[in-house]
């Protein structure tokens, strides 16, 4: 109810119309904003700034990142996740303290060691305790249905909603007739006693 | 004799839905309203049956009658009191008698509250939804999920009480009947929108009337949710909250089309639009509680919190079938009543928001169900085995989740039918510089991982934006002289306060999975050790001795503070070792204990597990503040729609405040009428607020 409690007149909701539950006070529309003091590439320069930050910070973070050659340990903590501890039921390796996920961490850190990259060990595991011991299902075969279906379904379902409002493109927003504006007025009337 | 009468109780409740359903029926049939009315009268029956029924089990429990198989099963003399009540939802049969409870307790509020429209012919369909759906689960209950079954031969002396993980926290009394408060709510809505279609009264008049109730299913499935994530990480022990376990997920895909319902909704109430997709979201949101119950009672899948084998599952699928085909075939049959008046002007609007939401919340559920279902698709169609678990639903849920983060931020901020760039600009302004200063600031701190830095920076940009509707609000309502609280009640600000609960428990689950660390120390009394910059002095071992519990305790002291105990326990008669952790909590981080291996004598080193993840408190305090703007937002806010909103145009000749039912009772079908101003039932008419 207060979640669209703000008062509006048919059809004026176009422009600026203000957010729920705030009184915040009308603002111009942008044509006032665009043709006003703060002209040409000046108005822009706060939106640049924040970009720029932005990228920059992103950047530092993605240059100074130390995942190039990450320790034997963090490789090995990346397998154990998506290994499942043989004697649960849904926990990985890396979470259970049960004694096989123990006993599977030492074997995994010591392929590490021994030079095995991460798919020789995945492998390994497999073809120890069969295809379900793996929690991240394979990405091919029938089971990579399981990744596939939810990108195509977003997928169409963005098409269609891309396809939906092209086509509306330059559908005029219907405005307010003045017989709107009278039913308008007339029902204030009824309700507040006088006509705004 | 508890048996008998709990029993009776059943009979009753059942006799009293099918007698309801058939009279409610036969006067709707035959446009009779009087019989429609009388049809209600039965909503005490069923009632009654269900305390009824309730009582003896809960009778049965507290004075030991062993007769009944199920006590006998779940309840042991040495079981302490609180977890000998708990005991009547610890297993199968017991759970879908508190289920039925909960509908019947539904069932009435629903006939109360509406009982002054009861011949209204809207009404009585969603009544008899109602009765055919607690049909159902007593006729469960009487046969073959019967909770009242007694031994055929002699009792046994002693119970065995229940799951050994039941007895060891308290939240096993608010849990589920949270969580069953929520499912259950989903009923109402479900029925009133069975009852729309079935009278073809399309408007919103169904969808306002049972706003509050889905709000409170909502906000008791939310809370009932957090708090099993609360209770997975005091009792299971190894510190997690959430497993992306199957029963879980059955928890988790009705909250989440009920939350992509609660926002679409408001397209419809405002614009008229979304109709069908929100006839379907709520059928899907009662389908997918049904569905979650058939997966937790019918054994297909393997999960911790999965109730025993049992052979009802077909039946719930059966209703499953009943829910979507006649769900969906009413959808079908009133299509042409269901086209909406007008559409979306741009995707840049509040209504467009609300649609992404809804995509995005839709897709969440899509992956969810998936991910949940596709062992079982994979093993019946390729007959091999594979494992979906949390690898795959944090790869395919973080991006949505960032997304939902965004809208968050963007949605309230967002005007009706469309935006323009300068008041965009100057609405996000703050927000997004806020978020680029953390994301920053974050770097500076040596965060560097590119999903975190979105976590923490577009969590920033959703509060603050949300922090910023609800200044305007409330120094809109001091404004207005009526106090600045006022701009916290209502539905959107009560929105906006539910929308930080989620961005405090999305930054705490960002930080508590990324920068956990969890490792063993084996340490000899009197030994300290650091880890990840806590250090843990094992004091000594300890016994501990209760009638319902014997354990074997680690006294540790953490940080040179408070003793922790984590455990190895017995409980009752079971020969199952449980580990119990200890939690040192603060609003930094949490140090989570466990035993991982005993000494083998007294003065012998103990091996513990220690889990140190930053900020999990938070999560909790998140849910407490959703839980509160639940609170706020079902409170009636300020008042300022006229009938003249785009959404609601007057009907002539239209007494606005005379008539209390509200819109149910008129049904003009919602017209076009100039600006895309909608006719339709009008809510707003009564009582309105000064």
């Known amino acids: ?196 | 004799m508890n048996a008998l009468v709990g029993h009776s109780g059943v009979i009753l409740a059942l006799a009293g839905a099918l007698l309801g359903a058939a009279v409610i029926g036969y006067g709707l049939l035959t446009g009779k309203p009087q019989v429609v009315r009388s049809g209600q009268v039965y909503a005490v029956l069923v009632l009654a049956g269900a305390v009824i029924a309730t009582i003896a089990m809960e009778r049965a429990l507290l004075t030991h009658d062993y007769s009944i198989v199920y006590v006998a099963e779940n309840s042991s003399r040495r079981t302490p009191f609180l977890y000998t009540i708990t005991g009547l939802w610890s297993a199968l049969a017991g759970s879908l008698l508190l289920w039925g409870l909960v509908l019947a307790g539904y069932c009435a509020a629903m006939v109360w509250h509406f009982r002054k429209r009861a011949q209204d012919s809207m009404v009585g369909w969603a009544t008899l939804v109602v009765y055919l759906v607690a049909a159902f689960f007593f006729a469960l209950l009487v046969s073959p999920a019967n909770p009242f079954r007694t031994f055929s031969g002699a009792p046994p002396a002693h119970g065995l009480g229940p799951n050994v993980l039941l007895q060891d926290n308290p939240l096993v009394a608010i849990h589920p009947p949270m969580l069953y408060l929520g499912f259950i709510g989903f009923t109402v809505p479900f029925a009133f929108a069975i009852a729309s279609l079935a009278t073809g009264r399309m408007g919103e008049g169904w969808q306002i009337e049972t706003r509050r109730w889905t709000l409170f299913a909502w906000a008791c499935l939310t809370i009932g949710i957090l708090l099993g994530a609360w209770w997975s990480y005091q009792v299971l022990g190894w510190g997690g909250f959430w497993g992306w376990d199957p029963v879980e997920n059955a928890a988790l895909l009705p909250w989440l089309t009920a939350t992509a319902y609660l926002h679409s909704v408001m397209v419809q109430e405002r614009r008229g639009l979304l109709r069908v997709w929100n006839l379907s979201l709520v059928i899907a949101t009662f389908a997918l509680t049904i569905l979650g119950t058939f997966l937790t009672r019918s054994g297909v899948i393997v999960s911790v919190h999965a109730f025993s084998d049992s052979n009802i599952g077909p039946l719930f699928l059966g209703l499953l079938a009943a829910v979507l085909v006649s769900g969906l075939g009413l959808i079908a049959w009133r299509g042409d009543k269901l086209r909406s008046p007008s559409g979306i002007d741009s995707p840049l609007s509040r209504e467009g928001a609300f649609l992404a939401n809804n995509l995005v919340f839709s897709a969440f559920a899509f992956v969810v169900l998936l991910g949940t279902l596709f062992p079982l698709l994979y093993q019946a169609l390729a007959g091999g085995q594979v494992t979906v678990g949390a690898p795959y639903f944090d790869t395919m849920t973080m991006p949505l989740g960032l997304v939902l983060l965004v809208l968050i931020g963007v949605g309230p901020a967002l005007p009706w039918r469309k935006a323009s760039r300068a008041t965009m600009g100057h609405r996000l302004a703050v927000p997004a510089w806020a978020a680029v200063i953390v994301v920053a600031a974050c770097v500076a701190g040596g965060i560097r991982d590119l999903a975190d830095l979105a976590a923490f920076g577009l969590g920033t940009f959703a509060a603050v934006s949300n922090l910023r509707q609800l200044l305007l609000a409330a120094r809109a309502s001091h404004a207005r002289g009526q106090g600045a609280w006022r701009g916290l009640v209502g539905r959107a600000n009560g929105g906006m306060v539910v929308h930080l609960g989620v961005v405090v428990i999305a930054v705490a689950l960002a930080s508590a999975t990324s920068f956990g660390t969890r490792g063993q120390v084996r340490l000899s009394p009197g030994q300290s050790a650091v880890f990840d910059g806590h250090t843990l002095t094992y004091v000594g071992p300890a016994t501990l001795r209760t009638p319902a519990r014997t354990a074997t305790l680690a006294r540790v002291r953490v940080d040179g503070g408070g003793i922790f105990t984590p455990a190895v326990s017995y409980y009752g008669t079971s020969t199952e070792a449980v580990g119990t952790p200890a939690i040192d909590s603060s609003v930094i981080d949490d140090v989570y204990l466990t035993i991982d291996a005993l000494p083998a004598h007294p003065r012998g080193p103990v091996t513990l597990g220690v889990v140190v993840q930053p900020l999990v408190m938070w999560l909790w305090v998140g849910g407490a503040v959703l839980a509160a703007g639940a609170l706020l937002a079902a409170i009636p806010g300020r008042r300022r729609r006229l009938p003249t909103d785009p959404a609601s145009g007057v009907r002539h000749g239209s007494r606005p405040s005379s008539d209390p039912a509200g819109g149910v009772q008129e049904s003009p079908a919602p017209e076009l009428m100039g600006a895309g101003a909608v006719v339709r039932e009008g809510p707003r008419g009564g009582g309105e607020e000064p």
Do not use: N
Request: with cysteine; net charge positive.
């Open chain 1, 1 to 196: 109810m207060a979640g669209t409690d703000e008062v509006a007149v048919a059809g004026e909701a176009g422009g600026a119309g203000e957010s729920p539950g705030s009184g915040e006070p009308r603002r111009p529309s942008d044509d006032d904003i665009g043709s006003g003091a703060r002209a040409g590439w000046r108005r822009h320069l706060p939106a640049v700034a924040l970009v720029v930050l932005l990228l920059g910070s992103v950047t530092v973070a993605l240059a100074t990142s130390q995942s190039k050659s990450p320790s034997f340990e963090r490789q090995a903590l990346a397998i154990e996740h998506d290994i499942r501890c043989p004697s649960c039921e849904a926990l990985s390796v890396a979470t259970s303290s049960a004694p096989t996920a123990v006993t599977l961490r030492r074997v995994i850190l010591a392929r590490l060691r021994s030079g095995q990259s991460a798919r020789e060990i995945e492998d390994y595991v497999v073809s120890r305790y069969g295809e379900g011991i793996l929690l991240r299902p394979p990405s091919t075969g029938l089971a990579g249905l399981v990744w596939w279906l939810p990108a195509l379904a977003a997928l169409a379902a963005l098409a269609a909603l891309a396809v939906f409002f092209w086509r509306r493109r330059g559908v005029d927003v219907a405005r307010p007739s003045d017989d709107d504006r009278e039913l308008v007025r007339r029902a204030r009337k009824e309700r507040l006693g006088s006509a705004p």
